[in-house]
């Protein structure tokens, strides 16, 4: 429909039920609005998999890998097909509106959501999270664009108050969600923090640029719980307040509007914008959806498996990788991981996947009648103990694999009880009286030892093992976020011997009270070797075997949505590990299991290094067919990864007196290392194949004419580069050729040099092929901030191609001649 005929459809509505519109339904739906035939829309989450409205084990998802993975990628196509299985998991789970991708960058690697971001460079990002944008609404499902803008690290996230200039506003953190704008995306989600002393719910920053300058059309939602001022807010280009029913704007907004403090028209275009959603996604009038409708599953998981692979980093190799599999007779794999790999980050993106294949799966399966497989778990990471699960428990009313949970009223009387998968209960199903939340489950020891159970929630909560009461107590909201509250309550624990072959019966209760959610978590530990002994057999099992194989990783929660990293560091003893296991072994292959940068101080002593981030469900299947050959790793750096935290040029995430500065200006990432003339451990854009690559030549096909836009809009002629690459290797491969722009005589401040393009070409063994680089003429403008518009200097520009931000063998100059505007 057109804007004019949304805005008749608008005028048949009271201001009551206009405002009413504004804001949720529901935790996860909008208002329906019969009289202008509008019907609800569904959200949900959606970076790495499309949950739904609810927290429900038993309603499977996909799991893709995770953001930080797709930026991996450097491939926009199979992006945009990551893309188009998003949207067909919306559409299978009646989902309008997907709240992905995530457009904020790595500006730092403590930042804790560094996982559910795509990359350091705006670039990377902003191609990256196109491609996610257009594969999601390709298939009439919203992508979002979030969250909006410099919302880039979690201490204090809620209110804290990001100082960042105008030029780098424009040219670093705000780049990413023009191009998702360009690209016609149909939802912005604005974030919890503020810009320059504004929150982002009132900020100038709707306005102007993103829906004057950019022109953007589409609605702005609020994270939730972020819009909580009534006239500032609405005034403001902030169009949908969530979750709903309750919240700041309703019957105040309506007083506020009719006290002339919110002008009417206001509401008119906010109201326009949600029925130009519902328009969009088939929610309005006689629009229809596609069908509810899954990919086939071999076709999803064959995709997700590819995506692995493809977004692995192979970081080192000293000719160890691929295995040849006719050649060996025992593989060694270590680590906890290799059996209960990460597969993604903690926070409100979390997913249950219905199928899991993990790293010793994926091994164990290739390897099959082939060769001997040895797992050793090594020493135990610490960190806290996990939610009971199937594996380890049983409901103890049917003897299912799972646990009971049961809803009580004040006398204690059952309202409802249900066979759940797992202790960690986020919504508990509520009915009128509900008074206590009962999770229970017997749990039998195999051997002897000291077990530690825990209970996470607020309010009262009790824990008892086999009648004998660990925990008790009031335990008091201490935190508005609501990452905390619904998703990750903090757990008490506790500890007691269980006997043997006893079956024991955990009763954990929690009493619900307002506004500390109705979140319930029960987790267990079991005794653990003695380290050292851990540690010897782990030695033992890969001095034994043709090659070792490490899996290790961060733990839960040292990745985590509503706090920041404090540390690099690998936990427990994992360094001591994979140390140990190479020198007992010169045939070690360490694959690290994270969602952002770790320290690896070992590097130099593995024989190779594959970074796998936090892969989805498909893991060990991808791990598989890297490792053995079936599959190049793909992968190429989104970000810088460091030697260690203390070498990290951009590491503040701490405000001060509620203030986080972004001193550093437009060089974070790779941009920072070269500013400060230091080397990491490796540098953005770095990924390694199985076949190696000299650069021939560089060769600029068409200079710069002038303009200062942006694709779509540009003023200007693209800069064509081409580059002449040759397989010197003895197997086919793929490159990704990368070219950097570098000004060192601007008059402006810039970085040393920066992403403007890239591509990959493949190659049989020793042919030589040319790749075709488009630089848009944008990547040549800055934002002038007197003038206030952009940009293109006059005079001699460099032109770099190579492997990564750090390894740039071809150079040439072009001439600007002038600035037309």
């Known amino acids: 429909m057109t804007r004019d005929e949304l805005l008749t459809l608008v005028g048949t509505l009271d201001l ?128 979002t664009a979030k969250h909006y803008v410099a919302n880039d690290s979690e201490t204090e996230r809620l209110t804290v108050d990001v100082r960042v200039d105008e030029r780098t506003l424009r040219e670093v953190y705000l780049a990413p969600f023009e191009a998702a704008v360009r690209a016609g995306v149909w939802l912005v989600m604005s974030a919890y923090n503020g810009v320059n002393g504004t929150t982002m719910t009132a900020n100038e920053l709707l306005a102007q640029p993103l829906k004057g300058e950019w022109g953007f059309d589409g609605a702005v939602v609020s994270d939730w719980g972020a819009v909580r001022l009534t006239a500032e807010s609405a005034a403001a280009a902030q169009d949908l307040a969530m979750p709903g029913p309750e919240g700041p704007w309703g019957e105040a907004l309506v007083a506020a509007v009719r006290s002339g403090n919110v002008p009417e028209e206001a509401i008119d275009d906010k109201v326009v914008r949600l029925l130009t959603l519902a328009d969009r996604v088939g929610a309005l009038g006689s629009g229809r959806r596609l069908p509810r409708r899954a990919w086939p599953g071999g076709t999803a998981r064959r995709l997700l498996r590819r995506a692995v692979a493809s977004g692995t980093v192979l970081l080192r190799n000293e000719d160890v990788l691929p295995l040849d599999v006719s050649a060996l007779h025992s593989v060694a794999v270590i680590g906890r991981h290799a059996c209960a790999p990460r597969l993604q980050g903690e926070g409100s993106a979390g997913v249950y996947p219905a199928d899991v294949v993990t790293p010793l799966d994926g091994i164990r399966a290739r390897l099959h009648g082939r060769a001997r497989v040895r797992y050793a778990p090594g020493p135990d990471l610490g960190g806290q103990p996990l939610p009971l699960d199937p594996a380890r428990c049983a409901n103890p009313l049917t003897g299912e694999p799972g646990v009971l949970m049961r809803v009580l009223d004040a006398s204690g009387r059952e309202l409802s009880a249900e066979h759940r998968l797992t202790g960690r209960q986020l919504e508990p199903p509520l009915a009128p009286r509900s008074h206590t939340v009962e999770i229970s489950a017997l749990v039998r020891p195999p051997s002897d030892g000291k077990w530690t159970f825990g209970v996470g929630g607020y309010g009262r909560m009790s824990l008892a093992v086999d009648g004998q009461l660990l925990v008790e107590g009031e335990f008091a909201r201490d935190t508005e976020d609501p990452a905390v509250i619904h998703l990750d309550p903090p757990r008490r624990h506790a500890s007691v011997w269980l006997a043997g072959g006893h ?53 839960d929660g040292s990745e985590s949505e509503g706090h920041d990293r404090t540390s690099l560091t690998l936990p427990g003893r994992q360094d001591e590990l994979v140390a140990a296991v190479a020198a007992a072994n010169p045939r070690t292959v360490v694959v690290v299991n994270s969602g952002g940068p770790v320290e690896l101080p070992w590097r130099e002593r593995a024989a190779a290094v594959l970074l796998s981030w936090f892969p989805g469900q498909e893991a060990g299947s991808g791990l598989a067919d890297v490792l053995f050959g079936q599959a ?28 986080l500065e972004y001193a550093e200006g437009l060089h974070i990432g790779y941009r920072a290392w070269l500013r400060a003339g230091l080397e990491p451990a490796y540098w953005f854009g770095h990924g390694l194949g199985y076949t ?25 002629e693209a800069l064509v580069v081409e580059v002449q690459v040759r397989n010197t290797g003895v197997r086919p491969g793929r490159e990704v050729v990368q070219v950097y722009l570098a000004r060192p005589e601007s008059a402006v401040e810039r970085p040393v040099r920066w992403l403007a393009g890239f591509t990959a070409v493949r190659a049989e063994p020793g042919e030589t092929v040319t790749a ?46 002038n600035d037309r505007r």
């Open 692 to 716: 190696t690559w000299s650069y021939d030549r560089l060769r600029v096909a068409s200079e710069v004419g002038g303009g200062d836009g942006v694709d779509g809009v540009d003023g200007g």
């Open 16 to 143: 009551t039920q206009k405002v009413g519109l504004l804001t949720g339904a529901t935790v996860w739906r909008t208002r329906a609005e019969p009289a202008v035939g509008l019907r609800e829309m569904v959200f949900s989450d959606g970076p790495a998999g499309v949950r739904g409205e609810a927290w429900d084990e038993r309603s499977p998802s996909l799991l893709l890998p995770s953001a930080s993975a797709l930026g991996s990628l450097w491939d926009e196509r199979l992006a945009g097909q990551l893309g188009e299985l998003l949207a067909h998991e919306a559409l299978r789970k009646g989902v309008h509106a997907v709240l992905a991708p995530t457009l904020n960058l790595h500006r730092t690697p403590l930042g804790g959501r560094h996982f559910e971001c795509l990359a350091e460079d705006p670039e990377l990002a902003a191609r990256t999270g196109v491609a996610l944008i257009r594969g999601i609404q390709a298939h009439g499902v919203a992508a």
């Open 772 to 817: 075709s680089v488009r630089v848009p003429a944008r990547m040549l403008r800055h934002w002038d901030t007197r003038a206030g518009r952009w940009r293109t200097e006059a005079g001699v520009w460099q032109v770099l191609a190579g492997r990564s931000a750090g390894d740039l063998p071809l150079t040439a100059t072009v001439r600007r001649s």
């Open 632 to 659: 190049e790793p793909g992968g190429r750096l989104p970000t810088t990864w460091a030697a260690a935290l203390a070498d990290v040029p951009v590491r503040d995430t701490t405000p001060r007196d509620g203030v």
């Open 503 to 555: 079956a024991a019966h955990v009763v954990a209760r929690r009493e619900l009270a307002p506004d500390t959610g109705r979140a319930v978590v029960v987790t267990a530990a079991a005794p653990e070797p003695e380290p050292e002994q851990a540690l010897a057999e782990a030695v033992e099992a890969a001095r034994d075997a043709d090659v070792a194989v490490v899996v290790v990783g961060t733990t």
